[in-house]
């Protein structure tokens, strides 16, 4: 990492990809639910938390609402926002009707008056029950044109029947939308009401529905309500039982997926299906996985819909069955993994509806420990004088050597301009930015490769890094990290590299962050070339122009917007990413992104082949997939670096859209559907689920 580089000759870059927070590629068994253990909301009604976000809180989508669309990359939710903690309609109705972001933890039943009233939800709220409390009685939720990023989760949403089944004069729903755009439906227990469970209407996208209990209803989820085909919609892992119609009904869905889906009619009870799976319109429908037991007419169609059926299990069904047209490839617009149709009973049966580990601490019994524990390993930065240290390093210089457990850095908005050194001796530490934006909380310095360091020489690239990370199992979030080099001013300086942000570790997990720079901005290294170093990116910004995506690390870049930058003097030209993984290694993952920004089209390579050091035995990797690629990228989007071919290396598309993305050729070579298979998130993070603490 020594080599020197300047823009005048080639050198090096690379690409990305994508998992969600506690819900990994696909939820395959309760068992590998990971949201984790939290602080908690605790305290007194409508209590706003100042600390550190819990892990629940930070979980982001899977499915068509993690797709980045219509401006919005990927559903997460209040994140960026406070956590507060509600009891009664009138604090639940105040948040979630707020124009800012909130994370909103229902604690207790909250009864609806009027009876059906539906709480109009705004944009970027986090509604989540606490633990298996969270109810909400006689009522529900509507979210109208354009409302996007919520998150709905872990509540019990019941009881607005008004005593008529298929009533028509009470419109009574649990969740309703109409046209809004990435919303998650996750791990909700929704029953008993007047009409219908959940309504996707007018044109309402980006919508996944996951891990719920649907029951007890006639109507049970209803998408469509337009002549438009415009719907993306993602229906996994739900167990929907003792309901009679729309299990879901899917009009004029331009992508609907349906996989690990378990529909149940038991024997011996009121309640009778009269159908299951519905497309209809012009629909196209992917139907993958799924158990029907005792389901009349288990999947029908109409004559301008499809339906394409793999891994569906029928027991006991009578009537329709039926399956025609071609449809779409679901893991063209995002990763996921099935579970065996056969095993959904006792997956769902353990792992659908509200969790006890979601929005809630372990038990009460352990409040006041948990609280101390909070206090114990969260130390806050301030330039105020308000914090315990002034400083982000004087922060990290406090945490002990060797610490066993997670130390949270909790730094207060402002600019702080210093050098920020995390050694490989102080492993678990979190730095958080605790603004209501990751633009409120910034790191920034200026060095470059060849500014001259105090004691003589100069800092080279890696030790450029305004923020140098060597500890394993580091995560960053919420905040800035930047490098300001000016360019223009520095002419004359040998060695314009300027790092923003270096990890040489193993686990890093960077979420909701800005990296921000021009040439090298976001090294992602090892500890030797012999070590293994894992880094996840998710829903960040990474910004900068030469080779601004490099290093030997295995690194994901997931659900995240990378940036283009013109170089100091207005031109455009760049090149985004410079692996130089060793053999046998993974290198750069670029998934479910956007690449984009103000510069001329087709003057970015997406990267070129790093050999530091003229090492031949490396083999450099970059795969590109699933992501939105603007005008901006080349035709011919490899490159080769001084003297090292790309052709002789590992870089290659998959399942790319957008301006510039092109056809496969021998100067863009695409993955087949079984190369791609291998080359997922899951496969680059090797067994370590990332999850926030």
């Known amino acids: 990492m020594s080599e020197p580089r300047s823009t005048s000759r080639p050198r090096h870059r690379r690409s990305r990809t994508a998992l969600a927070l506690g819900v990994p590629l696909a939820l395959t068994a309760a068992g590998t639910l990971a949201y984790g253990t939290d602080l908690g909301v605790l305290g007194s009604t409508a209590q706003e938390a100042s600390a550190a976000i819990p892990a629940w809180a930070s979980a982001t989508a899977d499915g068509f609402a993690s797709v980045n669309s219509l401006g919005q990359n990927g559903t997460y939710g209040g994140r960026d926002g406070k956590t507060v903690t509600v009891k009664t309609q009138a604090e639940l109705e105040k948040y979630a009707t707020a124009a800012e972001p909130y994370v909103i933890v229902v604690a207790g039943a909250i009864t609806m008056n009027p009876v059906g009233k539906e709480i109009k939800v705004r944009s970027d709220k986090t509604i989540v029950g606490q633990g298996t409390s969270g109810h909400i009685v006689g009522g529900g939720f509507f979210l109208g044109q354009g409302v996007h990023n919520v998150i709905i989760r872990n509540l019990t949403i019941r009881d607005a029947y008004q005593g008529i089944w298929n009533d028509k004069d009470h419109d009574f729903d649990a969740i309703q939308m109409d046209g809004a755009h990435h919303v998650w439906i996750d791990h909700n227990d929704l029953r008993h009401m007047a009409d219908g469970l959940i309504d996707v209407r007018k044109d309402s996208t980006n919508v996944t529905v996951s891990w719920n209990k649907l029951s007890d209803n006639n109507k049970t989820f209803g998408i469509g309500w337009t002549e438009n085909v415009k719907t993306d919609i993602t229906i996994h892992h739900n167990w929907i039982r003792e309901t009679e119609q729309r299990n879901p009904s899917t009009d004029n869905a331009a992508h609907a997926h349906l996989y690990n889906n378990f529909l149940e009619d038991a024997p011996g009870t009121d309640i009778k299906s009269s159908y299951g799976n519905y497309s209809r319109g012009r629909t196209k429908m992917v139907l993958e996985n799924s158990l029907f037991k005792g389901i009349r007419n288990p999947v029908i169609k109409d004559s301008g819909a499809a339906v394409v059926q793999r891994g569906n299990s029928f027991s006991g069904t009578s009537g329709r069955n039926e399956s025609g047209g071609t449809a779409f490839d679901p893991k063209a617009y995002y990763p996921y993994t099935l579970d065996k149709a056969a095993d959904l009973p006792s997956v769902l049966k353990a792992g659908a509806g ?65 050098l920020v050194k995390v050694p490989s001796n102080k492993p678990h530490v979190t730095i958080e930015g605790t603004g209501g934006s990751r633009k409120d909380t910034t790191i920034v310095y200026n060095n470059a490769s060849g500014t001259p360091k105090p004691g003589g020489g100069t800092y080279g ?233």
């Open 354 to 418: 509200p969790r006890a580990s979601i929005g809630t601490t372990a038990s009460a019994k352990s409040t006041t420990a948990s609280i101390k524990a909070a206090a114990a390993t969260t130390l806050t930065v301030a330039q105020d004088g308000s914090g315990q240290y002034r400083t982000v390093q004087a922060a990290v210089d406090a945490v002990p050597a060797n610490n066993p457990s997670r130390v949270v850095i909790a730094v207060k908005p402002g600019t702080y301009r210093e």
């Open 461 to 693: 690239t890696s030790g450029s890094a305004t923020v140098a990370v060597q500890a394993d199992d580091f995560q960053a979030r919420n905040l800035t990290i930047s490098n300001d080099f000016n360019e223009a001013r520095n002419q004359s300086l040998n060695g314009h590299q300027a790092v923003a942000l270096r990890t040489a570790a193993d686990r890093v997990f960077l979420d909701g962050v800005i990296v921000s720079g021009d040439q090298d901005t976001l090294l992602l290294d090892t500890a030797s070339k012999d070590r293994l170093g894992r880094v996840y990116v998710r829903n960040s910004y990474v910004i900068g122009n030469v080779d601004f995506i490099f290093g030997r690390a295995t690194a994901v870049v997931d659900r995240s917007v990378i940036t283009l930058k013109k170089r100091w003097n207005g031109t455009s030209a760049g090149y985004i990413t410079a692996p130089s993984t060793a053999a046998n290694r993974k290198g750069i993952l670029i998934a479910n992104s956007t690449v984009n920004g103000d510069v001329s089209n087709g003057s970015f390579y997406l990267g070129r082949p790093w050999h530091a050091g003229g090492d031949a035995s490396l083999d450099p990797q970059t795969t590109v997939r699933n992501t939105n690629l603007s005008a901006a990228i080349k035709s011919t989007p490899w490159t080769d670096m001084s003297g090292f071919s790309w052709k002789d290396d590992r870089f290659a598309e998959y399942g790319n859209y957008g301006a510039g993305a092109g056809p496969a050729s021998s100067n863009r070579p695409h993955l087949s559907d079984a190369q791609a298979a291998n080359q997922e998130v899951a496969d680059w993070l090797a067994g370590w689920t990332p999850s926030a603490s």
